[in-house]
């Protein structure tokens, strides 16, 4: 593979497609489908191949030599004279322990999406060439390691989605797009003063031995590239490295969405259409966390481990709030999307325990949550479909009438709600193990608990009023799954039953990253290999 530009060519590739649809006659509309299709598929052929080749072994996080499949070259280079100095910013790919779940998440959801996109019948040829435009941007943000990159990648989600929710979304489109563009947009205002904080107080060395700023994510770890005088250097005694944290955590924390800046979701969620939601709880929700890990964590971890208790606090808030809001609903989508607040608690509970048990929970339920949430919003789209109308009071019954799409609603349900043998099952236990081990946020951790209760209650309750019960004869005409939504469903079904039965799979896949950067975190932190995990 050295040598090769895989990274370049999975991030990318949705471009040449977006680009072929674009030369193509509107009219043209199933050929528009088969070329997105076909790039899908190539994606995840490329992620297979990523994983196939992967080095369990290597650490990556902060050690450039140690990150696989590096793509790097100088995209631009200003000499600024005395005061700017040299401006360098670098393409700069690769991916690690940390990155490639998320790459392979982001591959299988953006395919899965797309079959489900597959009756879009309205403005085809600009829905189709939005979506793949979104699926580089997605993708682009978990491969790259330049910050300025990894903004431009983060940034170029916000036109697509802003298009894809307000054309093609419910009665409110309009304003649910308006709002996840600005929440998101003000997030990205914050991200950019702190990246900009950052290169002014860090630099790195380049060839002929001269001094350089730099927005190398790798440089910026390293606490030695920080000059004594730099506004955000942890040498500076009057530094603001602490207001720059939270400005970039609340960044990130949009895009989660934690408490209190979850409020776009339901609404998007609510006017999506169906594959923008599976889009939207299936990945984007994970580049919050996602960048939490990569960038704030490394960067700061004098400041993290200050701040533990505070991520374990907000985590404990959307596990019990999300899930108390989601029991009111009547709304199916809004349901399973105020689920997915009290679903990413989780990740931050994990996060918050800075042990490699408890984060290795964490990443895993990203991934794990991605599948689940994906396969209940596509579940909920095929019956909005048939009957158009959400309401869980309407329905009654359909167990008898929808026996496949019955069973497997009952799989997503209890896969949500942590089942053993099931994938949530892993990525809670998981979490709570590691979270339960620290003493400081051993309280947080036990209230944390009533979240699997209060979520068993609002999932089978549903269950119960949907599918239970006597058939209303209003629904009686209604089909059971067609082959295209079969080949929706089966992928995301196995892919949860295989990681519930061998959570190895994706586990070993990250653990030595994950070693490494609670090394970064906390020296003395003990490891999974060390308590025979």
Known sequence: MEGFPILTLITFLPILGMVLILFMPSVQKQWIKITALVVTILQVVLAAVLLANFNYEAVGV??????????????????????????KIDYFLGVDGLSIPMVLLTAIISLIALISSWKIDNAVK??????????????????????????VFWELMLLPMYFLIGIWG?????????????????????????????????????????????????ALMDQSNYAPDGILSPLNPHNLRFIAYIALFVGFAIKIPMFPFHTWLPDAHVEAP?????????????????????????IFPEITRDL???????GMINIIYGALVALAQKDFKKLIAYSSVSHMGYVLLGMASLTTVGMTGAILQMFNHGTITAMLFLLVGVIYDRAHTRDINGFGGL?????????????????????????????????????????????????????????????LWTLQRIFFGKLNEKWSSLQDLDLREYIMLVPLAIIVLLLGIYPSALIDVMTSSVNYLVEIMLPTTTTISSIGF
């Open 62 to 87: 902060n050690q450039a030599e140690t990150f696989q499949f590096v793509e790097q070259f100088r995209w631009i280079e200003i000499y600024g004279g005395s005061w700017l100095g040299t401006i």
């Open 274 to 298: 169906t594959p923008i939601s599976v889009i939207l709880a299936g990945v984007l929700l994970k580049m919050g966390t996602y960048g939490i890990l990569r960038i704030s964590f490394p």
């Open 399 to 459: 167990a008898t009438q929808m026996p496949a799409y019955t069973g497997y609603i009952t799989v997503a349900f209890f896969a949500a709600i942590g089942l053993p043998g099931l994938s949530g099952f892993i990525s809670e236990a998981l979490v709570f193990v590691g979270a339960f081990g620290v003493p400081e946020i051993r309280t947080i951790t036990i209230i944390s608990a009533l979240g699997i209760l209060l979520g068993a209650c609002y999932m």
């Open 170 to 218: 419910g009665p409110r489109k309009e304003y649910a797009a308006i709002k996840f563009f600005i929440y998101t947009l003000l997030g990205s205002v914050f991200m950019l003063l702190v990246m900009i904080g950052l290169y002014f107080s860090a630099s790195e060395k380049l060839g002929d031995g001269t001094l350089a700023h730099t927005f190398n994510l790798l």
């Open 126 to 151: 600009g829905y189709f060439a939005l979506y793949l435009l979104l699926d580089t941007g997605m993708m682009g943000v978990f491969v790259a390691l330049d910050f300025f990159l990894f903004y």
């Open 308 to 314: 533990a208790w505070y991520i374990g606090l907000f």
